[in-house]
């Protein structure tokens, strides 16, 4: 059918007109929604102050909300966590735990093979966690109730497993818990087995040291033996008499590398005696000692032979490591075996002692006769002997012969204090 331009014009302009209206219309009803939604909010500010306007703005702020959803988002659901997590075997160093987001907890119990695991519920009751160590190779198994803030329950449930190793490696300390010692004592812990840097740095960091009085301390790796790994303790100056010490190693599940794991914690706690120092200088053939800063005794002594460099009372400041009221002495170069000396006290690894010897009654306070040791009278060397403990420093002055590493187990104080701290794991792993 042909159509005129006019008709054609008359049928089809209208139609385009009517879609122009409705895009129009739809753009006017949003700008008067948004203007309503401005008015509305503006009056619900302007007239809740009370009364009828009061009335009108609550009603038009509910007739908005409904039209406009809360765009806030909904609070996340209460959660319950435990740790360890399921699956792969864990370290048995602990501690466990048991938490939730939201409610409260009650009769939580943690069970092992061997029975329940002690534990402490937080005052909120949101959290429990463990207070002793698990053993290896052992199967826990949680259990309670959670109770959520609307009253329903939910039971608490889950199970882990901690590491069954090969080998593991237990620590021993030189001090007994409850013990008295010198201003001079060392606290050594020793390993039986040699253990890896990364190893020395993880039991370091294990390790914990604290004081009655303010002391500057530093723990320090001696060199492995054929005993295995060893970390020394020391101030940096004698300890302070009369000072107690708690010393800490939480070392129970901790993994050694190739050494294995450790085996138990080690915590104890002893005392630091009165202050006794021996002052012994070969020169003088005496040895003086000083009790809490004042000369209590001296006595006429015989220092090592200074003619034979292997016979030489060494210098330096020497450790009292345990006496004995008879020891058996052996030296197979100068002629004796099983010879019986009496009231000796140990000065170091080396066979150095201060011991009584009447056979040197007569270069007693005159020369140095003996094979390294001190020679005292006996009646000397027994009150010394009563008087002496483990920690008391002797500091040997005047022979030709440094106390070094090759003396013995306890040179530590030879060491100055800026290398002392250098020898830790740790700062060496810097």
């Known amino acids: ?130 207070t002793a160590p698990f053993d290896y190779g052992t199967r826990y198994r949680w259990s309670g109730t959670w109770t959520l803030e609307d009253g329903s329950t939910r039971p608490l449930t889950g199970a882990f497993a901690t590491v069954a190793p090969d080998d593991t490696v237990e620590a021993a300390m030189n001090i007994r818990d409850g013990g008295e010692v010198g201003v001079g004592a060392p606290v050594v812990l020793s390993f039986e087995k040699d253990l890896s840097d990364e190893a020395k740095a993880r039991v370091e960091k294990a390790l914990t040291v604290t004081t009655s009085k303010p002391v500057e301390g530093a723990w320090a790796w001696l060199p492995d033996t054929a005993e295995g790994s060893r970390v020394h303790y020391r101030p940096r100056e004698y300890w302070p008499a009369h000072t107690r010490v708690r010393v800490r190693a939480a070392l129970h599940g901790l993994d050694l590398g190739a050494a294995g794991w450790a085996d138990g914690d080690l915590d104890r706690s002893f005392t630091i005696g009165r202050s006794q120092i021996v002052r012994a200088d070969t020169r003088s053939h005496r040895i003086v000692v000083v009790r809490d800063g004042r000369e209590v005794a001296s006595y006429d002594a015989s220092y090592g032979m200074e003619s034979d460099p292997r016979r030489v009372t060494r210098s330096g400041v020497h450790v009292v490591m345990a006496k004995s009221q008879k020891v058996l002495m052996t030296n197979e170069d100068y002629g004796y075996v099983d010879e019986p000396q009496f009231w000796a006290v140990r000065i170091s690894n080396n066979g150095e002692f201060i011991h009584a010897n009447p056979s040197s009654s007569d270069a007693q306070g005159r020369r140095n006769v003996s ?60």
């Open 371 to 430: 094979h390294g040791c001190v020679n005292l009278s006996t009646k000397d060397a027994k009150e010394f002997f009563a008087s002496a403990t483990f920690g008391d420093p002797v500091e040997v002055t005047g022979s030709s012969q440094p106390l070094t590493a090759a003396d013995g187990d306890l040179y530590d104080w030879t060491i100055p204090w800026d290398e002392w701290t250098s020898m830790s794991a740790l700062a060496q792993a810097r």
């Open 1 to 130: 059918m042909n159509r005129s331009w006019d008709d054609s014009c008359g049928r089809h302009t209208p139609r385009r007109r009517r879609r122009s209206m409705h895009r129009r219309s739809a753009a006017v009803f949003l700008t008067a929604l948004l203007a309503t939604a401005a008015l509305v909010a503006g009056a619900t500010a302007a007239m809740a102050s009370g009364g009828f306007g009061a009335g009108v703005a609550r009603n038009l702020a509910g007739a908005l909300d409904r039209i406009i959803p809360d765009a806030r988002p909904a609070p996340p659901p209460p959660v319950l966590t435990t740790a360890p997590r399921p699956g792969p075997p864990a370290a048995p160093s602990g501690p466990a735990r048991a938490q939730v987001s939201a409610g409260t907890l009650h009769d939580v119990a943690l069970t092992g093979d061997d029975g329940p695991v002690p534990g402490t519920l937080a005052p909120d009751a949101r959290t429990w966690t463990s």
